[in-house]
C-alpha cells in the first residue's frame, strides 16, 4: 500500500511538471477525475493566470458548456475589465453553429457591468448575438450599474461582484463649502481613485 501511494505521488509530480498553457485545460479537467489535488491546483493556476493566452488555443473552444461555465465563473482571472471575457465567450459561441443556443445561458455568467464603457457601448452593445430580450436585459443591467455609480451597491448579483485583480475605487466629490468671513465656495472637486488626486469639475451656479 505505501509503495502504491509512493508510486501515485511519483506520477502525480510527473504530470505536474509536464503542464503548461497549450495543455492546462486537459490536465485541470484528467486531475477531476482522478482526484489529483496537486495538478489540479497547478492548472487552475495557469489557467486563470494566463487567461488571453488560453483562450486562442485549441483546448479553449473544446470546452463544454459547464467547463466554460466553471472556467470564466472565477473570481481569479487575472484580467483588469470584462472585456476578453466577453470576447472569449463570442470566439467559443461562433466556433460552432449549435452553440448559439447556449449563448444567453452563457452570457449570464459573464460580468459585463465591468466591462469598460466603450466595449460595452460598441463591442458589446452592437454585437449580433446580443439582440435577444434576455441579452438585453443583461446589457441594461450593465448599463445602469455604469450611469449610477452611487447606486451600484443596490445591484447585487453574480456579475455584480468584481474579480479579484479588478481595481474598484469609492469616489468622493467634494461640494462647495464655506471659508473664512462667511463667504461660500462654489468648487467641486473629485477625487480620482487611482491617482489619489483632486480635479475640478463645473463650479456651483450662482444661485
Avoid at 485549441?58 to 470584462?82: A, C, M, T, W
Avoid at 457601448?121 to 452611487?150: I, W
Avoid at 468671513?181 to 483632486?198: F, N, P, R, T
Wanted: glycine share 4%; with cysteine; aromatic share 12%.
Amino acid at each position: 500500500m505505501f509503495q502504491f501511494e509512493m508510486l501515485k505521488s511519483a506520477c502525480e509530480q510527473f504530470l505536474h511538471d509536464e503542464i503548461d498553457k497549450s495543455n492546462c485545460i486537459g490536465f485541470y479537467k484528467f486531475s477531476q477525475i482522478y482526484n489529483l489535488n496537486k495538478v489540479q491546483r497547478a492548472a487552475k493556476y495557469i489557467l486563470n493566470h494566463n487567461f488571453k493566452e488560453i483562450v486562442h488555443g485549441p483546448e479553449f473552444l473544446q470546452l463544454d458548456v459547464g467547463g466554460l461555465i466553471e472556467y470564466i465563473s472565477d473570481d481569479r482571472i487575472h484580467v483588469k475589465n470584462e472585456d476578453p471575457i466577453f470576447e472569449a465567450v463570442v470566439k467559443w459561441v461562433e466556433h460552432h453553429e449549435s452553440r448559439k443556443e447556449l449563448f444567453e445561458e452563457v452570457l449570464r455568467h459573464v460580468r459585463l457591468p465591468y466591462c469598460s464603457d466603450g466595449f460595452l457601448r460598441y463591442g458589446v452593445q452592437n454585437h449580433k448575438l446580443m439582440q435577444t430580450e434576455k441579452c438585453q436585459s443583461l446589457l441594461d443591467e450593465a448599463k445602469f450599474f455604469h450611469m449610477q455609480p452611487d447606486k451600484q451597491t443596490e445591484i447585487y448579483s453574480s456579475r455584480t461582484r468584481p474579480r479579484i485583480d479588478f481595481k474598484v475605487w469609492n469616489t468622493l466629490v467634494h461640494v462647495g463649502g464655506m471659508v473664512e468671513e462667511c463667504s461660500s465656495l462654489k468648487s467641486c472637486l473629485y477625487l480620482v481613485g487611482e491617482s489619489q488626486a483632486w480635479e475640478l469639475l463645473a463650479q456651483l451656479p450662482n444661485q
